[in-house]
């Protein structure tokens, strides 16, 4: 019955959903929770990411360790390390201005990646 009314893409309940799925629940909860503070008449809104904390593995340690491509990507992606195929849920973005840092963001396509 009413238009959509949100600020921000994604939304406030979105972008909690994805900041405890992928980071610690203390982040999340302080990142939410700020992330409902500026949805008001004062801040501009439109799209904001949320974004974590992560330190890829690097090549030379997948390599020295003999890791899986499966173990390698399975914190993110929760995959099951017995499948040959998992589905994409969140793609993992750099981001440039703050190093260290990435965006979380959703495969709304389904992506199915098949590991060798």
Known sequence: MLPKSC????TCSEYA?????MDSWGRAFVK???????CNQLFEGGID?????YRPPKVTEI???KLHLREVFAPLNK???NSK???VKYWIIPNIAKDGYFFIVKDLDGTTVKID
């Open 85 to 87: 195929n998992f589905r």
């Open 63 to 65: 390599v020295n360790h």
């Open 49 to 53: 990411y949320p974004q974590i904390r």
């Open 7 to 10: 600020r921000y893409y994604p």
């Open 17 to 21: 959903i994805w900041l405890f799925e």
């Open 32 to 38: 939410s929770g700020a992330r409902i503070l500026r």
């Open 79 to 81: 995959v099951h390390l």
